[in-house]
Structure formats: C-alpha cells, structure tokens
C-alpha cells in the first residue's frame, strides 16, 4: 500500500500543484512574518541592551494611558545627577535633556525627518561608549547655535556641515548649524537624530537650564546593575524611577512591539486567509481525484486492502503534499522575509538581511500550517474514498450519492444558519459594545460555516436563476454549461466557497467602512462650526509658537485652541475609568456645535468643573453637579464637579465618555501642555479663501501642521479608513488569486474526467470554439454563483457590524453600490481568466483517442 501510494501521489503530482500553491502561499506568510518579526526584534534587543545605562533614573511614570497625546514633558532636576554620584558604586553620572515631539526644517521650510511616522529626536551631546552614535566628520556642538545631524539623515535630506537648519521644539524655534555628522553604531531604528551641547539642549528643548529628562549612571567596577539600583532607590526612594540596562532595554522593547505586532499580525492575516481559501481548494482536488480513481482504489480493495488502508493511502497522499509545500513555502517565506527587511530600508530602517533570524519555532509552525491544513482538508474525501465497496467501484459507481449526505447537509447547515442569524440578531439588539462584538463575530463564523455546509444545496436554484439566459443568448452551448455546472452541486459549491469567502469579507467591510465615513461626515457636518482648523498631522500636539502665529495671522477673527490630557475618573457607581479629556477655551459655542442635555457651554468650562455624555453618565450614576475624583499626569489627585452632561455620540479619538473641561482648569492641573488644535474663524470682511491663504502663508515654516477646512477634515478621515479598506482589498486580491486556481483545478479535473464525453460531443459537430465557449461559461457561472453567495453574506455581516458602530455613536448605514457592481463584473472576469487553460486543453484533445479514453 506504501509503495502504491507513493506512485499514485507521483503519477498525480500535476494535478495537485495548484492546490500546493494554496499551502505554498499560506506557509511563505506565517514563515516570512515569523522570520521577519524575529529578526527585527533581535536586532533592536541588541540595540536597547548596547546603550542602555547601566542605571537610570527619571520621572515616575503615570498608570494613566494616553490615547491622545498631550505634550507634557515629564523632567527631573538635573541637580540630582550630583547627588547621585555620591551613591555607593556610581562611577559616572550623565545628564539627559532629550524631546522626542520636535520638527526640524531647512531653509525651504521642508522637514528634516522620517515621513514614515518615525520621531525626530534632539538631544544632548554626551559621548560614551553606550552611545548608539559616532562622531565621523565636523566636530561636537560648542555653544548655542551648533549641532550634529545623524548620517542617514543627512544623507537621505542632502544636509551638509555647515548648513543651517530650524528646530520647532516646544519652548520655541531655534537656528542652528550642523557642525558634525554622527553615524550609527548599530541599527538605525529609522528615526532622525539632532544632537546639541547639553546646556543648549535644557534651555532649548526643556524650556529649563536646570532640568532633564533622565540621568544615566555608570556602576563602578564589581557593582552589578541590580545592586546599583538598590542603592539608587535607598537614595532616593521611590520618588523617582530606576531601571536597569536591562528592565530599560525590556521597555523599550515592549514598545517596539505594538509596531512589530501591527506587521506580524497583518502577515498572519494573510496567511489566515490562504489557509481558509486553500482548504476549499484541497478538498475539491481530492474529492475530484478520488471520483477519478474510482476503478483504481475498487481494484485495491479487490485485491484486499480494507477501508482503514484506504483512507490511510489518502491521508499519506495529502501529508505528503503537506511536507513538499511546506519546504517550498518555508523557502519562500525565507525570501519574502528578505524582501521585507529590504523594504523596511526604504523607511529608514536599516536592517542586514545577513543577520535574519530562523529560529527553532519558524519551521515548526511552518511544517504545523502546511501538513495539519492539507491533512484535515483530505480527510473528508479519505472517508468517503474507504466507504467505497469493490464491486461498486469496479462498475464505476459515483463515490459520493446525493441523497443522504445532502440531506444531512441541509439539517447542518439549518442548525448552525439558525444559530448564527440569532446571533447576528443578538449583535443587532445589545446595547454593550462588547456585547455586540462578541456576538458579532460568533455570528461571522456560524454563517459563514453554514453557507459552506449548505452551499451545494444552493447550487441547483441559484444557478438555474444565474444561467437562466445561457440557451436563449449561447443555444445549446449555453444550456450544457449550465448542466455541467448543476452536475456535482458538491464540486460547484466547493469550488465557489474559496471565491465567496474572500468577496464576503470585502462586501462586510465595505459597509462597515462606508459606514463609518458617512458617520463621521455627518459628526462633522453636526459638531465643527469653525472656518479653519489648524491640525498636526498625526493630531499630535504643536508648541504655542504655533498658536501665537496663528492669532497674529491678517484676517483671523477668532482663535480657540484645544488640549487633551490623560485622565482617570472614579465614577458614583464605583468604577475607575481611564480615559482622555479635551480642555477648550470659553467661546466654544462659536466654532463647535454642542449640544447639551443639562447645562451649558458656560457651565461645563467653569473653573473646576467637568462635563461628559449623558448616556455614560446615566450608566455610571452621575449627574449635574456629581463631584467625581479625578487622577491627573504627574501624581495630581482632585475633585471636580459636573457642570453640564451633553448628547453628542461617541467620544472622538477613543475618548471614553465624551469628557471635557476648561482649558484654564486643564492649565492649572496639567502644565506644561501644548495644543492639539486651533479653530479659526474669520474676521468681518475677510472671506475663506483670503483666510486660508493667509494662515497658510503664516504656517510654512512650520510643516508639521496644516490648515483644513471640512472638506479637509473629511477627507482626512476618509484617508484614514482607506488604509484598512486597502488591506481588506489585499487580503481579497490574495483569496481571489486562490480561488482563480481553484477553479481553473477543478475545470481541469473536470475536463479530464469528461475526456470520452468531449470527445462524443467533438464526434457529432460540436466545433472547438463553441467547446471553449461552453467551458468558459460554466467558469462564469461558478464564478457569479460564489459572488452572489459572497455578496449577500457579506452585506449580512456589514448591516450587522454597522449596528456595533452604532453603539459608539456612528448611527449611519451606508451601502457602497458601487463596489457591490465592480465585485460582480469582476467575478465574470475571473471566471474568465480561470477558464482560458482549461478551454485551451480541452479544444486541442484528439477525438478519436478522447472517445477511446477510459
């Protein structure tokens, strides 16, 4: 049985190369994401561990997450630097004045830094051998007005010593001139780096000569890192924070890992849905296969092998297609890693495809993906090739009949339907996002279970709808396209279930994008009355030089800055919610349009007073003047007391509870803020567009913020839910090149298997071009039948997420039309390309040897 086995998988291996292609593909991605996110985190591991201080010291960090940022530069005296050198085992002591927030700009007014979304960082020139650069031409910063640029940065920006840059730091602009290039040690981690003499740094970046970011300290020789830090914390207590090289080479790791994760999980992604579409693919070629060998596997079970043998024989088959794929797809993923370091230089990034890192899990998880998926999609077609008795087999019998497993088929596939649509029910009627979400998407994998259990019971309706007009419009080779698809209702339903998946994951986040973009136009439509709203970027803060440009700008009205700030409240009912707070200006109501269910704009920006959403305060006990305790950046504890409730939806930028306050409360608790935006009105007499070219005029040195007006504002999010739309429609172009070999497999095998019937129809006139035609509309049938299914699920599941949306305040349904039509012209497209092949084989079979074909 081995060895006929392993001739069968042989004599067969054309026919199981498409759907090795699907495992290929699955396994090149798990490895490749696996390899890649390895590799970067043992290089920045090497990194942070090379220039950690042994110990260093710096401002306790707060427990509060801050969804927004706010500005805040959290420093300590750099007069404690002295008072630790007198600890036990410090050898040195090094002052660090570091920003990480700043812009630096040349004489056009173009930014000097990563476009990628890496920071520009200045800090002081300390020099040691824990340094992560090197001074390699020019000198070190003097004075005032001196600085050193970083190599890559200075290579990529066409910076030379002697040029004079612009640093906007948050005490203020600044003129520098680069007086030195330093070179990275190790890996450039891809940000810009600007180095100037201490004393400069403080005054320049912190605002203060006096003060710091941290202080690193070098253990004396004999005094480990743990011990240092003992006595550092006897010092000082628990005042301050101290860390070790190694606990701050592990922090600074973890934060490396939100990045690492975001691409590890977008490739894993992809591999997800290869596996999924690849299995559809795997058990039609077995299945397919199987029907083929009928006779072959008869004559086996003839000659003594039992059932166990049989469906053993099978499974040996599928592991080893598994073990092949997964060799070839660990080599792939090995490449596709190498491709990804090499992209990753193009965003600063510079890593050495020579240190890639395999580790022991790589090709364990590579050989785990790639044979347990074709082991578990062959092993239905293994039962029923074991259930075949021999004499059945010998007459060509067909393996699998079409009543009882329909039948079962149909009472599977009503249970779990009905499960998933009461689900989906659920999801639609809970008033918990979480609630919502949960049941979201246990009814995504029910329905999605239950149209590929009862999808072969669809065919035969469905498609008579589909191909309805082929005999009117093709005669009779549209009416034995039609017949030929309907033949095997399991084979069609398999072979469309790899196209519907991926057309309903598209068609569900269609709406659910659209959705959201038609909320937020009608938020902002709702909320943003100002003519102009000046915005960094990423909505990351600006130092108030921006803001004092902005109000001295000819034709500006009025100016009403914003700031958010990390907060945590403790709500009457006893919850602790962290969260994220704005503070606005007292004229408001002039460029916002809040509405209230209590109180007013006045009461809300009172002096220490807070105000939030109804809803939320209603699900927490609060009310018109409820005193909440509020925890504050910097270990500042108070009380404030709520002055008005509001009825907007949804909090904005993740902003549980919709809080806001006055910013002169926000400034007497959280100095040392910035804004995060300026609304801008225009004066009497002074149209938009005069406006707009005036504050533009006034912000180009300044190019880390932009002037929007609606328009903008909208099209920024716009942009915004595109990127996830562009993975989906990635993740769709994948799922569609899978499913194209899925059908161009099985019209292969079923050319094959209709040899002697080709070759009959050949015999009594039937011309090649009209065979090819018949062959091509059948493709396009099976391609429109698994577009349909896709489509309606797909808007199921989008309707349904829209609901989840609505519980956090994006109430707009929107249907993208538009999209739904280009999926179905496309779907007749791909029906067509997967058919050119096996059209083309077809037409060329002789007739004579087809009709003597067994």
């Known amino acids: 049985m081995l060895k006929a086995t392993l001739r069968s998988f042989l004599a067969h291996k054309g026919r199981l190369t498409l ?50 940022p706010s500005g805040e530069v959290r420093t300590l005296p750099a007069s404690l630097a002295l008072r630790l050198r007198t600890v036990d085992g410090v050898a040195a002591t090094h002052i660090d004045a570091e920003a990480e927030d700043i812009t630096v700009v040349d004489r056009n007014n173009d930014s000097v830094g990563p476009t990628t979304g890496a920071p520009t960082i200045a800090t002081n020139w300390e020099p040691t051998d824990r340094s992560p650069v090197r001074l390699t031409s020019g000198h070190a910063p003097r004075g005032d007005g001196q600085a050193l640029l970083d190599a890559d940065t200075a290579e990529e920006k066409h910076v030379r010593i002697g040029d004079t840059l612009t640093v906007l730091a948050r005490p203020g602009s600044f003129k520098v001139e680069v007086v030195g290039i330093a070179t990275f040690r190790t890996t450039n981690p891809g940000a810009a780096l600007v180095y100037l003499e201490t004393r400069t740094a403080q005054r320049r970046l912190l605002g203060e000569a006096g003060r710091a970011t941290s202080i690193s300290l070098d253990a004396a020789d004999g005094v480990s890192n743990a011990q240092l830090k003992r006595n550092v914390e006897q010092r000082l207590g628990d005042t301050y924070e101290s860390k070790t090289a190694d606990e701050d080479a592990k922090s600074s790791a973890e934060d490396l890992g939100g990045f690492l994760d975001v691409i590890k999980y977008v490739m894993l992604s992809f591999a997800g849905i290869a596996v999924l579409v690849g299995v559809f693919l795997i058990v039609n070629t077995f299945s397919m ?80 993906v790639g044979v347990g998926v074709t082991f578990v999609a062959a092993y239905l077609p293994s039962r029923r090739a074991s259930r075949v008795s021999p004499m059945a087999a010998l007459v060509d019998a067909e393996i699998a009949g079409v009543g009882r497993p329909l039948r079962v088929r149909a009472l599977v596939g009503l249970l779990v339907g009905a499960a998933g649509a009461g689900a989906l029910v659920g999801c639609a009627t809970a008033d918990s996002t979480g609630t919502a979400g949960s049941l979201l998407a246990l009814g995504i994998v029910l329905t999605l279970l239950a149209t590929v259990v009862a999808g072969p019971l669809l065919v035969r309706p469905v498609i008579r709808v589909l191909g309805a007009v082929f005999p009117a419009v093709f005669g009779s080779v549209g009416r034995m396209s039609q017949r030929n698809a309907l033949r095997n209702p399991r084979r069609t339903g398999a072979t469309a279930g790899a196209l519907m998946v991926g057309l309903a994951l598209v068609a569900g986040m269609s709406v659910a994008s659209a959705s959201m973009s038609k909320s937020f136009d009608e938020q902002i439509d709702k909320t943003l009355g100002a003519d102009f709203t000046v915005q960094n970027a990423n909505f990351a803060p600006f130092p108030q030089e921006v803001t004092e440009e902005v109000e001295g700008t000819e034709g500006v009205g009025l100016v009403v800055r914003q700031r958010f700030t990390p907060l945590a409240v403790h709500m009457p009912d006893g919850t602790r919610v962290e969260t994220t ?153 994948l799922a569609i090149v899978i499913a194209v070999l899925g059908v161009v497999n099985t019209l292969a095998l079923s050319v094959v298997e209709r040899t002697r019937e080709i070759g009959l129809l050949r015999a009594i006139g039937l011309a090649r071009r009209q065979l090819r035609r018949m062959i091509r509309l059948e493709s396009v049938v099976i391609a429109v039948f698994g577009a349909v299914l896709g489509l309606a699920l797909g808007l199921v599941w989008g309707v349904a997420a829209q609901q989840v949306l609505a519980l956090e305040g994006m109430e707009a349904l929107a249907v993208p039309w538009t999209t739904i039509a280009a999926v179905v012209v496309g779907s007749v497209l791909v029906g067509l390309a997967a058919a050119l092949l096996p059209a083309l084989r077809a037409s060329r079979m002789n007739v004579l040897a087809a009709i003597a074909h067994e």
């Not at 003047?625 to 504050?632: N, T």
């Open 289 to 368: 296969l199987i029907a083929q060998r009928t006779r072959e596997l008869g004559l086996l079970r003839a000659l003594g092998a039992d059932r166990r043998q049989v469906r053993r024989s099978v499974l040996t088959e599928a592991v080893l297609l598994g073990l092949v794929s997964s060799a070839v797809g660990l080599g792939l993923g090995v490449g596709l890693a190498a491709g990804l370091i090499r992209l990753m230089s193009v965003f600063g990034m510079n890593l050495k495809s020579t240190e890639m890192v395999v580790g022991w899990g790589t090709p364990v998880a590579a050989f785990v």
């Open 19 to 68: 759907s090795a292609l699907a495992v290929i593909l699955s396994v090149a991605f798990v490895a490749g994401s696996l390899i890649f996110s390895d590799t970067v985190a043992r290089t920045f591991d090497r990194l942070f561990a090379s220039t950690s201080a042994d110990v260093r010291v710096s401002p306790k960090e707060d427990d509060l997450s801050e969804a927004v």
């Open 581 to 733: 707070a704005a503070g606005y200006e007292a004229r408001l109501d002039d460029v916002a349009r809040v509405t209230y269910a209590q109180g007013d704009t006045a009461a809300a920006l009172a002096p220490r007073r807070l105000a939030l959403q109804k809803d939320y305060a209603d699900e927490h006990g609060a009310r018109v003047g409820s005193v909440l305790r509020v925890e504050l950046p910097g270990g500042r504890r108070t009380a404030f007391r709520v002055g008005a409730l509001t009825d907007q939806e949804g909090g904005g930028f993740g902003m549980q509870g919709g809080f806001f306050m006055g910013l002169a409360t926000l400034e007497r608790y959280v100095p040392g803020g910035q804004d995060s935006a300026v609304y801008v009105n225009a004066a009497s007499g002074t149209s938009a567009d005069t406006l707009r070219a005036n504050l533009e005029k006034t912000l180009d040195p300044y190019p880390q913020v932009q002037v929007r007006d609606l328009a903008d504002y909208k099209k920024l999010v716009h942009d915004q839910i595109a990127v996830l739309l562009y993975l989906v429609y990635a993740l769709l172009g």
